[in-house]
T-cell receptor, first 115, second 116 residues
Framework: ETGVTQSPTHLIKTRGQQVTLRCSSQ?????VSWYQQALGQGPQFIFQ???????GRGNFPPRFSGLQFPNYSSELNVNALELDDSALYLC??????????????FGAGTRLSVL | AQKITQTQPGMFVQEKEAVTLDCTYD???????LFWYKQPSSGEMIFLIY??????QNATEGRYSLNFQKARKSANLVISASQLGDSAMYFC?????????????FGKGTKLSVIP
């Protein structure tokens, strides 16, 4: 148990819809990162939030957006869903956003299916 | 750009035997961190072990050790005395600084199956 919880666990949407995924970070962690893991692939970095500000972003379009709240929980929003957005979405929390030694602890993910 | 390569899509190991999972990386950074995560079928990524680029000793955590060969840019995971519960996907990852922030880059993973 990492103490990182994600909801919902599974979600089915249709193309063009919007979706919101939620993540509660581990106690004492102020940084949340989001990853997309397509079937058979490793996770890909979407973006990171530190103290309610986005402070790093991977190669994802603007229709992927996020929020972090004062309690350090976070949301991932995806607009105009496409079939290729079907994936496992993983949230990870860490204590701080800097340093190569910073360990990220992951939740169990939300599996999104876009039909 | 940072890149992680895991060349073994799947591996089999007999219970109680040791197994090595390969990982090579590519980066121009001097400072970086190398991580291994385990992902059971439930989906949660479980942190196993960390090695810093400046660490001279190989990292060890219980039955896990990381064979770090900096000149070869390899960071292989060694699991000793395999157990049935070790059956899972294993991902090698590297953390470095990109565009002003620190990011984790993952390989494609290796599926380990432990045979009784």
């Amino acid at each position: 148990e990492t103490g990182v919880t994600q909801s919902p666990t599974h979600l089915i949407k249709t193309r063009g819809q919007q979706v919101t995924l939620r993540c509660s970070s581990q106690s004492g962690h102020n940084t949340v990162s989001w990853y997309q893991q397509a079937l058979g692939q490793g996770p890909q970095f979407i973006f990171q939030y530190y103290r309610e500000e986005e402070n790093g972003r991977g190669n994802f379009p603007p229709r992927f957006s996020g929020l972090q709240f004062p309690n350090y929980s976070s949301e991932l929003n995806v607009n105009a869903l496409e079939l290729d957005d079907s994936a496992l979405y993983l949230c990870a929390s860490s204590r701080g956003s800097q340093g190569v030694e910073n360990i990220q602890y992951f939740g169990a993910g939300t599996r999104l299916s876009v039909l | 750009a940072q890149k992680i390569t895991q060349t073994q899509p799947g591996m089999f190991v007999q219970e109680k035997e040791a197994v090595t999972l390969d990982c090579t990386y590519d980066t121009s950074d001097q400072s970086y961190g190398l991580f291994w995560y385990k992902q059971p079928s439930s989906g949660e990524m479980i942190f196993l072990i960390y090695q810093g680029s400046y660490d001279e000793q190989n990292a060890t955590e219980g039955r896990y050790s990381l064979n770090f060969q900096k000149a070869r840019k390899s960071a292989n995971l060694v699991i000793s005395a395999s157990q049935l519960g070790d059956s899972a996907m294993y991902f090698c990852a590297m953390r470095g600084r990109r565009a002003g922030s620190y990011q984790l880059t993952f390989g494609k993973g290796t599926k380990l199956s432990v045979i009784p």
